[in-house]
Nanobody
Framework: QVPMVESGGGLVQAGGSLRLSCAAS????????MGWFRQAPGREREFVAA????????YYADSLKGRCSISRDNAKNTVYLQMNSLKPEDTAVYYC???????????????WGRGTQVTVSS
């Protein structure tokens, strides 16, 4: 069983919006923090956003703050990333991850999805 599967990526024009979803198995989702990371070609994986289990804490990368929103539906074992005002530099593969708490640090996450491609054209 794949622990988590991302969806919602695609090609969008600059200034557009996308909503990414990540469906996780109960084992990886319940009581877990969830995060989104991204990796562009030739660059290291970087933090995008994170949320804890109770949704009391949300964290965002400075590069996306004000343009994205992370949320989760614990009844559906799903976490979302709403991205607005997209820029070409947002082009990357976006990954969701599950860990003990919402964190900006990738090593704290034990479960990773396979990613979904987001391409923003200028």
């Amino acid at each position: 069983q794949v622990p988590m599967v991302e969806s919602g990526g695609g090609l969008v024009q600059a200034g557009g919006s996308l909503r990414l979803s990540c469906a996780a198995s109960g084992r990886t989702f319940v009581n877990s923090g969830m995060g989104w990371f991204r990796q562009a070609p030739g660059r290291e994986r970087e933090f995008v956003a994170a949320i804890n289990w109770s949704c009391t804490n949300r964290y965002y990368a400075d590069s996306l703050k004000g343009r994205c929103s992370i949320s989760r539906d614990n009844a559906k074992n799903t976490v979302y990333l709403q991205m607005n005002s997209l820029k070409p530099e947002d082009t990357a593969v976006y990954y969701c991850a599950g860990g003990p708490r919402g964190s900006h640090r990738a090593p704290e996450y034990g479960y990773w999805g396979r990613g979904t491609q987001v391409t923003v054209s200028s």
